[in-house]
């Protein structure tokens, strides 16, 4: 009793406390993967600034910002695809392999004489085509995700040598237009650009927030990823095989799309780009701080990921280090949030 | 008349139990398919099935085949082991590049490369270097308990970096017989990839089937939680797993570029952990874990070389390959699939309905 009386005059102060503390916690534990990128991508960016600037230019500028989201457009609209189907706890391979097989097709098609809107539309299609077929294959014939895009994958890979073992060049002139077309601001050392890759990707990347976020269909995805198999969801009247081939057909689509832009960047088609790419994608979702189980993450996260991604290439060609690098770097990159990940994952249960 | 009758019956009915086990056994269509394809060959290229003795070596395109298995069944047994406890290791091809590179770059510093102790060491550091990467690996998933394909790719993203560090981003190349044996040497008329291969299989296969090791690999498979809590030393025992593929995966690397004696930090082993995937799948294994059957190793990686020399007597364009891959690695996971099983067993049981009536009529 006098133990109790003790005590008491403590509580009131005591559970703001705790209740700040909780509220604070319950934002943090879903918020703590982004700004585990955001740090990272702020401290990349402070290196950056205080090794590489001079006193003429910052190194941190509109341009800096410009050219890492010129450079990795198609990467972006990758990751973005692939967030949707790692938040149902799904993985695409397939993706890197489309992108190749999308750009030898444009090319292709372009030689056959179609006109530009033809040749743009039927490039994503492939993709949608390749995803959806990814899509059937889990869902109506219970394959894993894993190796039924490993199948696509494959299967994207052979028609792209098929299609061409060489690099064909682009030269359709509506389609140089679209690659040239460029809003220039500022001048000299410090302008920057806006071109039609970046806006795509962004607006890839808009779509898809409104998609996750605010709809019906956003939120079967992030029930999917719940791990029971949809049960959930499909009480909560939303339908789980439906969703799980929309996500696939997305991916896919996305891979389209980012196809269609690695042929703008490279004005060419070649059997053996994107080797490697998907991996690229995962982890920049990973970096992004989206859970590989499923059901968390944030597809701004995403975006993120592709920066600190993009910036540690900047960093290594700026530190004048041998391109391998890059490779153990992302590597020590993705090491780190795994292990955050799992960190975080311990302390919720 | 009903009992002379009866055994007559139960000896058809045998049969067809038979019958039904065998269709539905894991392996049947990958060795219809892998027949069936070694046949296509035969008729296509007479002198495809001959196998000769030259220079007391066994010479043919058959002995060809076996040792371009070599490559993914070394692989695929490590893979095999680590998916039945329901993981997957994404980074056999860049431990491939690794351990070459290693193995190679310490010949290539080494006073006399042809001397056999150091070949011998090189060959060691290789497969430590594996082994240690396997470790990684492990430690991972056994201690961090982080998802098996994440932890891998981890060392699949880093670990081709790592190789081109280690060669200091040139191609090593080295000349050493000793060395070279391992990839293009003889043992008794067999080539020296098969001997390495069909051993480790034998030792993998002795030591997982005749100890109570690939019981426990299953049950972690099944449920890791339930076998820590019967007993099973479930960390310890996919920790050694990963270390087992690790090292398997560099035995792999040294035998596939023994032959040429480069150490091609961008390409050893590119895609190859796909191709040992496919071969754990076409060997009947699931990817869920918890089973696993080591035999199909032998069919699938026959069927994976089988099928990369096919698309050349074919005389089709040999990067076609990645496509006929596909179309049999979709093929055979949709026969596999419940749901297809499913969907035939209800057009079997519609087609036998519809004349029912009829009979009835007649009679």
Known sequence: MSADQLVRPERPTASVVH?????????????????GTLLTLAIMLGVGQERYSTDRVDFVSMKLLSNLLVDNSYLLVLAVGMTFVILTGGIDLSVGAVVALVGLAIAQMFTAGLPLAVVLVAGVLIGTICGLLIGVMVQVFDIQPFIASLAVMFLARGLANVVSVNSLKIDDAGFSALAAWNITFGEGRTSWRINASMLVALAVLVIAFVVLHHTRFGRSVYGLGAGDQGAA???????????????????????????????????SGFNLTGIGME?????????????LSGGTGFVLGTGAGVMVYGLIQVLIAREGLDSWWTRVFIGAVLLAFVVLQRVLAVRRR | MSTTAAPGRTTASRGAE??????????????????????????????FLEVTVRDGHLFGQLVDLARNSATPLLLALGMCLVIATGGIDLSVGAVMAIALAVSLTYLDGAADPSDLGTVLTAVALGLAVGALGGAFNGAMVAVLGIQ???????????????????TQGQITTVSSPPFKTIGSG??????????????????????????????????????????????????????TVYVIAGTLAALAGLVYGAPTMAADANNIGLMKELDAIMVVVLGGTKLDGGRFYLGGLLVGAMLLS??????????????????????????VCVAASPTLRAMLRRTRRAVVATPAPAEQVAA
């Open chain 2, 18 to 47: 038979i019958w039904r086990e065998v269709t539905h056994h894991g392996l049947f269509w990958p060795v219809v398919a892998l027949l069936g394809l070694l046949l296509a060959c035969g008729v296509a290229s007479p002198g």
């Open chain 1, 19 to 35: 209740r700040a503390r909780r509220a604070l916690g319950g934002f943090d534990r879903r918020m703590l993967p982004v700004l």
């Open chain 1, 279 to 291: 991996l690229d994608a995962i982890a920049a979702v990973v970096i992004g701080g989206t859970l």
């Open chain 2, 306 to 331: 089988t099928l990369e020399r096919a698309v050349i007597i074919f005389q089709l364009p040999s990067q076609t390959t990645p496509l006929f891959k596909a179309v049999v690695l979709i093929a």
């Open chain 2, 186 to 239: 003889y043992l008794l008329g067999i080539p020296m990839p098969v001997v390495i291969a069909l051993v480790t299989f034998v030792v993998v296969a002795v030591v997982v089937r005749r100890t109570a090791l690939g019981m426990f690999l299953e049950s972690i498979g099944i449920n890791r939680e339930a076998s820590r809590l019967a007993g099973v030393r479930s960390r310890r025992t996919t920790w």
């Open chain 2, 148 to 166: 098996p394909f994440i932890a891998t790719m981890i060392l699949m993203v880093a670990g081709r970096g790592i190789a081109m560090l280690v």
């Open chain 1, 233 to 267: 969801i499909n009480l909560m009247g939303l339908r789980p095989a439906r969703t799980r081939i929309w996500v696939y057909t997305i991916s896919g689509t996305c891979a389209g799309v980012a196809g269609v832009l690695f042929a703008l960047y490279t004005k």
